[in-house]
């Protein structure tokens, strides 16, 4: 199984460009996450989805978009790139438990820096 | 009120020493509650699961307060390989919105 698996691994962006982050699971997960963690911080929530069609907003979505349109797949965009997104981006995935249970499962990470 | 704080680190401990972690959080209906480790660099990966009735996984020991809404992980004879950042998370349950807090990093000294 490849588990959580993300592309790119590194990028460069320019400020003001846009680009999407991919994330696919290969472990019928219903749930996903993006997170971000910047240097010498937690992670903090970006977006989330509990299913295909379903997303919502995490700690902070702003400057961000994601669609869901499989249960495989949850993209990550960024339209109009800041150097305050420059930061390490974590995809995860978790069954449904029905008790609240998840336990996550990372990607590797994806590093983005804007200049 | 952040949703998760932990202690800030960094802490440096000498080998075979006992170190405690605290974490609150502030919604009082978060069901589920866990530990994450992360190495440098690296993707967190679970390292236990808190049970209302406190749990132990070998030299870990992880306890929850409800009516405190606290935290705590407990590492016994502490090893070199310990040296990480430790995670407490928490999902808030009304929506499945799991949270992290900033994480305390832990030096084992030789």
């Known amino acids: 199984n490849a588990g959580v698996t993300q592309t790119p691994k590194f990028r460069i962006l320019k400020i003001g460009q846009s680009m999407t982050l991919q994330c696919a699971q290969d472990?019928?997960?219903?749930?996903m996450y993006w997170y971000r963690q910047d240097p010498g911080m937690g992670l903090k929530l970006i977006y989330y989805?509990?299913?295909?069609?379903?997303?919502d907003k995490g700690e902070v979505p702003n400057g961000y978009n994601v669609s869901r349109s499989t249960t495989e797949d949850f993209p990550l965009r960024l339209e109009l790139a800041a150097p305050s997104q420059t930061s390490v981006y974590f995809c995860?995935?978790?069954?449904?438990?029905?008790?609240?249970?998840?336990?996550?499962?990372f990607g590797a990470g994806s590093r983005l820096t804007v200049l | 009120r952040k949703e998760v704080e932990q202690d800030p680190g960094p802490f440096n401990v000498p080998e075979g020493a006992t170190v405690a972690f605290n974490c609150t959080y502030s919604?009082?209906?978060?069901?589920?509650f866990f530990w994450y480790r992360q190495d440098c660099r690296k993707e967190p990966k679970l390292l236990m699961s808190v049970y209302s009735s406190g749990n132990e996984d070998g030299r870990f020991t992880a306890q929850l307060n409800r009516a405190s809404q606290y935290i705590s992980l407990l590492i016994r004879d502490s090893k070199l390989s310990d040296s990480a950042t430790y995670l407490c998370v928490v999902n808030m349950n009304r929506d499945d919105k799991i949270i992290f807090g900033k994480g305390t990093r832990l030096h084992i000294l030789p």
């Open positions: 472990m019928n997960h219903n749930y």
């Open positions: 919604n009082s209906a978060s069901q589920s």
């Open positions: 995860a995935s978790s069954p449904w438990t029905g008790d609240g249970a998840n336990v996550l499962t």
């Open positions: 989805s509990v299913g295909a069609g379903i997303t």
